[in-house]
């Protein structure tokens, strides 16, 4: 049995160099995954030759055959046997360009590896050239032929020298899908580029050149895209993001249409999902998936795209300036409330919703008017979240036309006069003087004044089964759930009244101690300060142990150690700032579910239309805190469609 497992010294093979051949089939492999890697990196050289026009034919999803035509430069005759050697490439020529690379392509090798495993054809006309003249990669001939200026690479039989990679393959139905797609990503990327993709002789894919990006992905997607979508044009220091981001109700089930791209290039990257799901947090409900396609421009220096063969994947130099500058530019296009934009959009004849808020008084100034109060210290007892902290300014003496109540403040979860009771972040620290306001006026005399063409959501109806509310606007009937949009109100609120107060912790009688990496030993003696504004106190106990001594108040009941553990495993991967922001907001999300106006809470006339105003002035008030809508449009349209009228 031992001879079985240590072969003697006559079996053993001798170390030598393997052949130029075997070289280039095993860089294949690395290479070459199925026939849309051949397109992408095909369609990357006729890019990086400045093409604009491309065209894919393909045959059997592309095993059979992959031509790639395009109108670049071309390449000159005496350089075309030069094209299929390994590592040879006009892209770079030093370490330093390598390190700051700009075109799509650079390693030299993707010819060279599709040669070794399919029959190439290189077919090419240089801009100064008499003629074109094609290479046969399998004989080495070249011979002249008849061509435009550019370049046409001919692939066919692949795998045919690797049989067993082919039985790998999918059908030929999946494999022209994921040709498709390859093509597609490249065409987002470049709107200033035609795409052609036909199969069989058959076109199945055609985008022209766009006048600009937003064409090109209405093109590609649909204009409904383009209706469920906001600009994203965000600059943080020498970044840059742009492009467009789906609103919370375009989620999907998959994350199918997600496009990343860095300097042009398509990338899937850890750094810069989680920084779009952290954008997305308390706008999608469950497990549903933004879609967004989003562009960061970067300086080359700054990012190494040579870790990996397909170049799929990139190392930022400094991740946690990319995460935050990503997150920031989704989050400032996702808050605006879209009620506005989609009235203007329906008054402009356009037939669909705008994306962008310009602005509800855009048409009219805003009544500064308060609506009446909602008192809930008569419902709640004082240990409700509710109860704990006012988050209206003092009350104000109601006009004569009002619901006859003493006070009428803006719609809140308390009533007026402060607790004695605090927030738990502030520890005694004094709240922040707010801004004064105008006087108010009377409600009635506001909304006869006011047209309704101002306000987005519309005039108050009524309200049905204690639950939703009936507005009027200028589109149609508008559906409110009262408590999903007061609950957006009330976290906002609390959100921008937090202004980086620390979380109160509480001690624990015993600590808890836990076995730690030393990677957490590190967390946590780099990120003590940080840890103390969490409310979690963590401290080393022995070299590989670490010691929970505090933990925040409204968690004091939870589980000590898996809360440091999964603080501390944030803090290793994501900035600072990102995981306090979070852990906070968590906490103001439980708050101000608690605190928002209930199920069958009866509101007046003037409580209603102080809330539809609110909710116009509230930052992602389309959602509530958990990603559920908070409002819905019937327009005259859709009504008219469920009683036949016209027909």
């Known amino acids: 049995m031992s001879a079985l497992l240590s072969p003697s010294p006559a079996g053993r093979r001798p170390i030598r160099d393997l052949p130029d051949e075997l070289i280039s089939q095993i860089a294949a492999g690395e290479v070459v995954e199925r026939p849309a890697s051949v397109v992408r990196e095909l369609v990357d050289n006729a890019l990086d030759a400045g093409a604009r026009q491309i065209t894919v034919r393909l045959s059997a999803g592309g095993v059979r055959l992959i031509a790639v035509e395009d109108d670049g430069d071309g390449i000159p005759r005496d350089e075309l046997p030069l094209a299929l050697r390994r590592h040879a490439t006009s892209k770079i020529a030093s370490l330093s360009e390598l390190e700051s690379v700009g075109t799509m392509g650079f390693r030299g090798e993707a010819l060279a590896s599709i040669a070794s495993i399919a029959e190439l054809s290189l077919l090419s006309r240089h801009g100064e050239g008499d003629s074109a003249w094609q290479l046969d990669a399998r004989t080495g001939e070249l011979r002249p032929a008849a061509r435009s200026r550019g370049t046409t690479v001919e692939v066919r039989e692949l795998f045919f020298a690797t049989p067993a990679r082919r039985k790998f393959l999918k059908t030929d139905a999946t494999e022209l899908a994921h040709c498709i797609e390859a093509v597609r990503r490249h065409a987002l990327a470049r709107p200033d580029v035609g795409f052609s993709i036909w199969h069989e002789g058959r076109l199945v894919e055609q985008w022209r050149v766009a006048d600009t990006p937003a064409q090109r992905l209405s093109d590609v997607f649909s204009e409904e895209f383009i209706g469920q979508s906001v600009p994203v ?7 840059h993001v742009h492009g467009h981001a789906g609103v919370p109700d375009a989620a999907r089930s998959r994350g199918d249409q997600q496009f990343f791209y860095v300097n042009g290039r398509f990338v899937r990257d850890k750094v810069l999902l989680h920084a779009a799901r952290a954008a997305y947090e308390d706008v999608l409900h469950g497990q549903r ?38 997150r920031h530019a989704i989050e400032n296009a996702l808050a605006a409330p879209r009620a506005a934009g989609a009235a203007s959009a329906n008054e402009a004849g356009t037939g669909r919703p705008a994306p962008l808020l310009r602005g509800y008084d855009a048409a009219g100034p805003a009544p500064a008017w308060r609506q009446a109060g909602i008192h809930f210290a008569g419902e709640r007892g004082a240990g409700d979240w509710a109860a704990m902290w006012p988050i209206a300014p003092p009350s104000v003496p109601s006009g004569p036309e009002g619901d006859g109540q003493s006070e009428a403040p803006a719609v809140s979860m308390a009533g007026s006069g402060r607790s004695a009771l605090q927030p738990p972040w502030t520890a005694g620290a004094e709240r922040a003087t707010s801004t004064p306001t105008s006087p108010p006026i009377s409600p009635s005399a506001a909304i006869a004044a006011a047209s309704p063409a101002s306000w987005p959501l519309g005039r108050a109806l009524a309200q049905l089964q204690g ?3 009936l507005a009027e606007n200028t589109q149609g009937l508008v559906i409110v759930d009262m408590h999903a949009a007061h609950e957006r109100i009330v976290y906002e609120r609390l959100k921008a009244q937090l202004d980086g107060h620390a979380i109160a912790s509480q001690p624990l009688l015993i600590p808890a101690t836990f076995a730690a990496t030393p990677e957490e030993v590190a967390t946590v003696e780099a990120c003590s300060d940080v840890l ?3 409310g979690l106190e963590v401290s080393p106990f022995s070299p590989r142990t670490l010691a929970v001594r505090a933990v925040p108040a409204s968690l004091a009941d939870g589980d000590p150690v898996a809360l440091a553990r999964s603080v501390l495993a944030e803090l290793a991967q994501h900035e600072a700032t990102t995981v306090i922001q979070r852990a906070q907001h968590e906490l103001l999300a439980t708050m101000a579910c608690h605190g928002a106006v209930r199920a069958n809470r009866r509101l007046t006339l003037d409580e209603m239309n102080g809330l539809l105003r609110q909710m116009e002035a509230t930052e992602r008030s389309d959602q509530c805190n958990h990603g559920r809508p908070t409002w819905r449009q019937l327009s005259v349209r859709d009504l008219d469609g469920l009683f036949m009228r016209g027909r």
Do not use: C, M, W
Not at 233 to 239: P, S, T
């Open 233 to 239: 044009d965000h600059g943080e220091g020498a970044l």
């Open 289 to 326: 998936q933004p879609v967004f396609v989003l562009h960061l421009q970067i300086d080359p220096a700054r990012v190494d795209v040579n870790v990996h063969p397909t170049k799929i994947e990139v190392r930022f130099r400094d991740g946690r300036e990319v995460h935050s500058a990503v």
């Open 532 to 534: 103390g504004t969490l």
């Open 467 to 469: 639950i939703y509310i």
